[in-house]
C-alpha cells in the first residue's frame, strides 16, 4: 500500500536557524514526490518536487528537499528560517504506476512555527 | 489567469440537503479532482477526472456524485448531506501529457478551498 509518514505533527525553529521537515514514503515501483506548503485559509501551494536525477532538489522561497532511496526519505529543508516560513507542510508522493491515474498520497502535515 | 476557482468559499447545510460544489480552471488541465482535509488526516482523495467525460473513484468517494461535461468544470454534488461530511474541500488541477510519463511529474494546481458545514 501506498503511504507518507510525516512524523513531526510541530516543529517549531528561530529565525534565522535552519529547518528540516520530515517525510518518509512507502510506494510500488518509484516515487515522484512532492513537497506543497498551506498557508491559512488557502490552498496547497507546490513547493518542489523530486522525478530523478540529483538527490538534492531545489524549490520555491529557498526551499530544498533531499531525497535519499534507501531510507525512502525527502525531507524538506532551508538553511535559514523565515518567520513568514510559517505555515503547513505536506509531503505527497505518486507512484510510477497504479490504479488511480496520477494519484497523489499525501502525508497528514507538518505545522511550522518560525519564532522572531 | 484565475487558476482554480472555487465557490462557494463557505457553506451551511443541514443534514440531508443537496447542493453542489463548484470548481473552475482556465489553464486547460486534462487532470481534475477533489479532495476534502480534515484536522490531522491530510488530503483525501474523492473522485478524479483525466478529460471530460471521464471519472472515476478515489479513496472515500461514498456520498459524492461528480461529472465532466467540460475540460473546465468539474462539479462536486452531494446528495444528502451528512456531518461526517463537515470538511474543507479541495479541487486541484494538473496536466496530462502524453509523452512518457509526465503526468506523474506534473504537479497539482490548487484552489482556495470551501469550507462546508453539515448541521
Known amino acids: 500500500a501506498q503511504s507518507v509518514a510525516q512524523p513531526e505533527d510541530q516543529v517549531n525553529v528561530a529565525e534565522g536557524n535552519p529547518l528540516t521537515v520530515k517525510c518518509t514514503y512507502s510506494v510500488s515501483g518509484n516515487p515522484y514526490l512532492f513537497w506543497y506548503v498551506q498557508y491559512p485559509n488557502r490552498g496547497l501551494q507546490f513547493l518542489l518536487k523530486y522525478i530523478t536525477g540529483d538527490n538534492l532538489v531545489k524549490g520555491s522561497y529557498g526551499f530544498e528537499a533531499e531525497f535519499n532511496k534507501s531510507q525512502t526519505s525527502f525531507h524538506l529543508k532551508k538553511p535559514s528560517a523565515l518567520v513568514s516560513d510559517s505555515a503547513l507542510y505536506f509531503c505527497?508522493?505518486?507512484?510510477?504506476?497504479?490504479?488511480?491515474?496520477?494519484?497523489?498520497?499525501f502525508g497528514r502535515g507538518t505545522q511550522l512555527t518560525v519564532w522572531p | 489567469n484565475a487558476g482554480v476557482t472555487q465557490t462557494p468559499k463557505f457553506q451551511v447545510l443541514k443534514t440531508g440537503q443537496s447542493m453542489t460544489l463548484q470548481c473552475a480552471q482556465d489553464m486547460n488541465h486534462e487532470y481534475m479532482s477533489w479532495y476534502r482535509q480534515d484536522p490531522g488526516m491530510g488530503l483525501r482523495l474523492i473522485h478524479y477526472?483525466?478529460?471530460?467525460?471521464?471519472?472515476d473513484q478515489g479513496e472515500v468517494p461514498n456520498g459524492y456524485n461528480v461529472s465532466r461535461s467540460t475540460t473546465e468544470d468539474f462539479p462536486l454534488r452531494l446528495l444528502s448531506a451528512a456531518p461526517s461530511q463537515t470538511s474543507v474541500y479541495f479541487c486541484?488541477?494538473?496536466?496530462?501529457?502524453?509523452?512518457?510519463?509526465?503526468?506523474?511529474?506534473?504537479?497539482?494546481?490548487f484552489g482556495n478551498g470551501t469550507r462546508l458545514t453539515v448541521t
Open positions: 505527497a508522493v505518486r507512484p510510477d504506476r497504479g490504479s488511480t491515474l496520477g494519484r497523489l498520497y
Open positions: 486541484a488541477s494538473s496536466y496530462l501529457s502524453k509523452q512518457g510519463s509526465p503526468i506523474y511529474n506534473s504537479p497539482l494546481h
Open positions: 477526472s483525466v478529460g471530460a467525460g471521464i471519472t
